[in-house]
C-alpha cells in the first residue's frame, strides 16, 4: 500500500497558512509522525516559516516528531479514569513493555508505543484504553496483560510467515 | 433530497417525513455513540440488520441507529418501541432471540432487562429507569429520537423550525432580546449571559463577523459536548445559524477535539447534508441569508478551551491565550467581532426560539436559567450523562439519579467543574447546583464534570493529579501560570511523598493567590482551584501526610504497604505470577510474602486475589478493606 505524498495531502490547501494544523493532522494521520522532511514540505506548500511548523508541531499533543510503534496503546488518564485507576495501567503497561519513559513512550523494537490522553469522553466505561484505534473499556490489569500478549502472538506469527 | 428554496418547502418536506416516520410501528433504537460502540455495538447493529432479514422483518420494523445517550456504561443499549422495552450490554449472540422473541414475538428476554443497583429489580421498559426518570431531558432527549447521520431525522422531529421562524419573523435586535429574555448563560464554564455576548458583538464595528463552536471539550471527566455534537449535530448547526443571523455573521467555524473521531465525523456529515439540503449556503430557504460552517480540529491541548487561543489554533497557529483587554466579541477570529459559544449553547438556542424565552426561563434558579448536563462519573452506581434543571441539589444528582457508592463504601466528595473546579465534601451535597452556589462553596459549575469521590480517593492526590494535568497543559506564556504551578506541585508532591513540612500549608496558600491573581488566562486564574478547595474541605488529609505521614485513603505511594495477610492467604501464587516487579516470593500453597523493596506499590497483586488477602497499610494504620 503506497502512501499518499505531502503534496498530496496538502492537496488544494496551498497557500493557506491558517490551514496549518488541520494538514498537520492529517499527515499525523498517515505518517504517524511529522519527519524533518514532512515539515519542510508544508513549509514550503503553506508559505509557513519552518519554525512555526515545527513549532506547532511541538505545541500540539496530537502531532509527535518521532515516529510511533506499529502498534500504539493509548492510555485515558482523565480524572475519571484516574479515580478508577488509570496510574496502575500505566505502570503495569511499562513494566510490560520495559519502558522507562514516565508517561509511556516507543519499545526499542518498534512494536509498541504506548501514550497517555486526558480524556476520550467516554468515562462511563472508564478505564479505557485504546488498542490502534480500538475502544477496550473497563480495563484491569489482566486485561491489559493479555490484550499485549495477544498483540505480540499476533506480530510473532506475522514474523513466521514471512520467513517460510 | 432537492434543495429547499422557500420555508414553506421545509414546512412540506417536514409534514412528508413526520408522516413516514407515523407509520413505523416497530422501532428498534440502538445507540452507536462513542461509549456503545467501545462496547461492540457496532456488530450488534450489523447483527439485527442481517436478522430482520433473515426473518423477513426488515421491510417492517425500522432500525435507528442513534448517537450517544449518556447511558455508556450499560452499552450497548436498545429500546424497543412502541413497547420501549430497554435491553442492556447486548452481545452479537443476543440478537437472534430479541428478534424472534421481542420483536416478531411479544416476549420479554429477563437476562437482557437493566437491574436497578439500588433495589436489584429487573426494569422493563426504558421510562422505568431511575437513572431516567429523575432527569428533566430536554436537549438529551432529541439524541434518542434521532440518527444523527441523517438529516431527515433532525428536520421530522421539528428541526430548522426556528431557524426559519428566526428567518421569517424576528429582525436580528428581537432574536438577542428573546435569548437574552431566556436567561441561557454559557455552558462551557464561564456562565456568561449568551444574549449579552450577541448584543456586544452585533453592535461591534465591522462588516465581517464570525460564530465559532467550542467543542474543544477538553476538561476530563465531562462528556456531553461530544454526546451533543455527535447525536445532534444540527441542533447545533441550527443553533449557530440563527447566532450568526442575530450578529449578523455569514461564516461559522466547528472547533471539535480530535479525540472525539465520531463527533468531527458526525459533524462534518451534518455540514455537507445542510448545504445539500440548502440550510447551509447561500439564500437560505429564499431569505437572501447566507451561512456555511468549517470543521476545524483540535490538536490535543486543553488550553485551546480557551476562546482566544482556540481563535490562535483555528488561525492555524500555537494555541496560545492573549490578554482579553478587548474581548473577542470586538477583536476575535482574524481580529474580526466574533461569538464563540460552547457546543450546548448553540444547541439550546433553538429550543428557546420555538419555545420562547419564558419556557427556558421557567426551568431553574434566580440567576441561571434551564437544564444542564452533567457527566456523572467516578465512584458512583450510575455513571453516565445527567440533564437537570439547574438548582438542583447535588444529593439528588448524585444519590437519586447516581444511585450512591459502588461497593458500600461512603462517598467523600465530588469534584465539579474539572481542572478549574473544586472538590467539595459530602456534608454540602444538599447545596443546589447553579452557577452562584457551587462558585460561593469555592468550586464551579464549570463545563458540567461532576466526579464522584469515595474514601478510596486521597483529595492530596486529587489535587496533585489536576496540578499535574495544569502544569503538562499550560502553554508557558505567562510565568504565574507556568512556574506558579510547577512550584505548588512541588509542595504538594512533596507533601504526597512524606517530605511535607507544616510550614508549607502557609506558604502554599501564599503561591494560590499570587497565580490566582496574576495569571493571563482563565486556565492559570483558576488552577489553585482544586488546590484551594482540597485545602478548604480537607485539610485534616494534608495534616495527616504532613505530620504522620500517613496516607489515609491509601493511594500515596511513597506513604504506603501492601501487606500480605499470612492467615489469608492459600498460597495459589497468583499474585506472584501477576506482579511485574517480582516482588512477591513464597512457596506453593504457603502463605506468599512482598519484598518491600522491589514492591512498586501497583496494586495489580490485590487486584487479582480471591481471598481478599491483600491489604494496604500507611504508617502502620490499615486503609481500607479492597
Known amino acids: 500500500m503506497s502512501q499518499p505524498s505531502i503534496e498530496t495531502i496538502v492537496g488544494d490547501r496551498k497557500s493557506q497558512p491558517h490551514q496549518l494544523i488541520e494538514v498537520l493532522q492529517d499527515i499525523q494521520e498517515v505518517y504517524s509522525y511529522i519527519s524533518q522532511e514532512a515539515a519542510t514540505a508544508v513549509s514550503h506548500y503553506l508559505g509557513v516559516p519552518l519554525i512555526e511548523v515545527f513549532r506547532s ?14 502498534n500504539v496503546i493509548t492510555l485515558c488518564t482523565g480524572t475519571a479514569c484516574h479515580v478508577r485507576g488509570s496510574n496502575p495501567l500505566l505502570d503495569q503497561a511499562q513494566a510490560l513493555l520495559k519502558l522507562d519513559h514516565d508517561h509511556g513512550g516507543t519499545t526499542k523494537d518498534g512494536l509498541f508505543t504506548v501514550e497517555c490522553v486526558n480524556c476520550l469522553g467516554a468515562c462511563a466505561i472508564g478505564p479505557i484504553a485504546v488498542l490502534n484505534g480500538v475502544y477496550h473499556p473497563h480495563m484491569t490489569s489482566a486485561k491489559l496483560t493479555s490484550l499485549i500478549a495477544a498483540v505480540r502472538e499476533a506480530e510473532e506469527m506475522r514474523g513466521t510467515d514471512a520467513q517460510t | 433530497m432537492p434543495r429547499l428554496k422557500a420555508i414553506t418547502e421545509l414546512f412540506d418536506l417536514r409534514a412528508q417525513l413526520q408522516a413516514a416516520r407515523a407509520a413505523e410501528k416497530t422501532v428498534i433504537t440502538v445507540c452507536g455513540g462513542t461509549g456503545c460502540q467501545a462496547s461492540k455495538s457496532l456488530a450488534v447493529i450489523d447483527e439485527i440488520r442481517a436478522e430482520l432479514k433473515r426473518q423477513q422483518l426488515d421491510a417492517s420494523v425500522k432500525l435507528r441507529i442513534t448517537g450517544c445517550q449518556g447511558f455508556c456504561e450499560n452499552g450497548p443499549i436498545m429500546v424497543i418501541d412502541p413497547r420501549n422495552l430497554f435491553y442492556c450490554r447486548i452481545v452479537p449472540e443476543d440478537v437472534k432471540e430479541i428478534i424472534s422473541q421481542s420483536v416478531a414475538g411479544t416476549e420479554v428476554i429477563e437476562r437482557l432487562l437493566y437491574t436497578d443497583p439500588a433495589t436489584g429489580k429487573k426494569i422493563r421498559t426504558e421510562a422505568e ?76 464595528a465591522g462588516d465581517e463577523k464570525y460564530v465559532v463552536c467550542n467543542a474543544d471539550e477538553g476538561d ?74 468549517q470543521v476545524a480540529r483540535g490538536g490535543g491541548a486543553f488550553i485551546c478551551g480557551e ?15 492573549r490578554a482579553k483587554d478587548v474581548h473577542t466579541v470586538e477583536d476575535g477570529l482574524w481580529h474580526r467581532p466574533t461569538t464563540l459559544n460552547n457546543v450546548e449553547t448553540w444547541a439550546n438556542c433553538p429550543s428557546i426560539i420555538n419555545n420562547g424565552a419564558h419556557w427556558f426561563a421557567s426551568k431553574g434558579t ?41 461497593n458500600g463504601r461512603a462517598i467523600k466528595a465530588v469534584q465539579t467543574g474539572g481542572p478549574s473546579g473544586g472538590c467539595l465534601p459530602a456534608s454540602l451535597f444538599d447545596l443546589s447546583v447553579d452557577f452562584e452556589t457551587l462558585e460561593k462553596a469555592g468550586s464551579m459549575v464549570g463545563s458540567g464534570g461532576m ?51 507544616p510550614e508549607q500549608i502557609p506558604l502554599l496558600e501564599e503561591l494560590v493567590e499570587t497565580v490566582q491573581e496574576t495569571s493571563l488566562c482563565a486556565l492559570g486564574k483558576t488552577a489553585p482551584n482544586p488546590v484551594i478547595s482540597t485545602l478548604r474541605y480537607f485539610r485534616d488529609e494534608y495534616l495527616a501526610h504532613i505530620r504522620e505521614k500517613r496516607c489515609p485513603a491509601g493511594v500515596c505511594r511513597e506513604l504506603i504497604a501492601y501487606v500480605i495477610d499470612g492467615e489469608k492467604c492459600t498460597g495459589c501464587g497468583v499474585c506472584l505470577r501477576a506482579c511485574p516487579y517480582e516482588a512477591i516470593k513464597g512457596a506453593k500453597k504457603e ?36
Open chain 2, 451 to 501: 466526579v464522584v469521590m469515595d474514601e478510596k480517593t486521597c483529595m492530596v492526590d486529587v489535587a496533585k493529579y489536576f496540578l499535574a494535568f495544569l502544569l503538562d497543559e499550560s502553554c508557558g506564556k505567562c510565568v504565574p501560570c507556568r512556574i506558579g504551578i510547577d512550584r505548588m506541585l512541588e509542595i504538594i508532591t512533596d507533601i504526597s511523598e512524606g517530605r511535607g513540612r
Open chain 1, 57 to 70: 508541531a511541538s505545541f500540539y499533543k496530537a502531532l509527535s516528531l518521532e515516529p510511533r510503534g506499529k
Open chain 2, 591 to 626: 502463605p506468599h510474602i512482598i519484598d518491600a523493596l522491589a514492591c512498586r506499590k501497583c496494586g495489580i497483586c490485590s487486584e487479582g486475589c480471591k481471598f481478599e488477602a491483600i491489604t494496604i497499610s500507611s504508617g502502620g494504620v490499615p486503609c481500607y478493606s479492597m
Open chain 2, 366 to 406: 434566580e440567576g441561571s436559567k434551564g437544564t444542564k448536563i452533567f457527566a456523572l462519573t467516578g465512584q458512583v452506581r450510575n455513571t453516565g450523562l445527567v440533564e437537570v434543571a439547574m438548582g438542583t441539589p447535588l444529593r439528588r444528582i448524585i444519590f437519586d439519579i447516581g444511585g450512591g457508592a459502588i
Open chain 2, 307 to 321: 476562546s482566544t487561543a482556540l481563535m490562535a489554533s483555528v488561525e492555524g497557529k500555537v494555541g496560545e491565550p
Open chain 2, 220 to 293: 476530563p471527566g465531562a462528556y456531553m459536548d461530544r454526546s451533543v455534537l455527535e447525536g445532534n449535530p444540527h441542533a447545533v448547526l441550527e443553533g449557530m445559524a440563527i447566532g450568526a443571523w442575530a450578529i449578523g455573521a455569514e461564516q461559522g467555524y466547528v472547533y471539535v477535539r480530535k479525540e472525539y473521531p465520531l463527533a468531527v465525523a458526525h459533524s462534518r456529515q451534518a455540514i455537507t447534508q445542510a448545504r445539500e439540503i440548502g440550510l447551509l449556503g447561500a439564500n437560505i430557504l429564499g431569505s437572501g441569508f447566507n451561512f456555511d460552517v
Open chain 2, 129 to 204: 429507569i431511575p437513572f431516567y426518570r429523575a432527569q428533566d431531558r430536554v436537549l438529551l432527549s432529541q439524541n434518542r429520537q434521532i440518527d444523527p447521520c441523517a438529516i431527515e431525522d433532525y428536520v421530522a422531529i421539528g428541526g430548522y423550525t426556528a431557524l426559519a421562524k428566526v428567518l421569517t419573523e424576528f429582525a436580528p435586535e428581537a432574536v438577542i432580546a428573546e435569548i437574552g429574555a431566556s436567561g441561557l448563560r454559557g455552558r462551557g464554564g464561564g456562565g456568561f449571559p449568551t444574549g449579552k455576548k450577541w448584543a456586544s458583538c452585533r453592535a461591534a
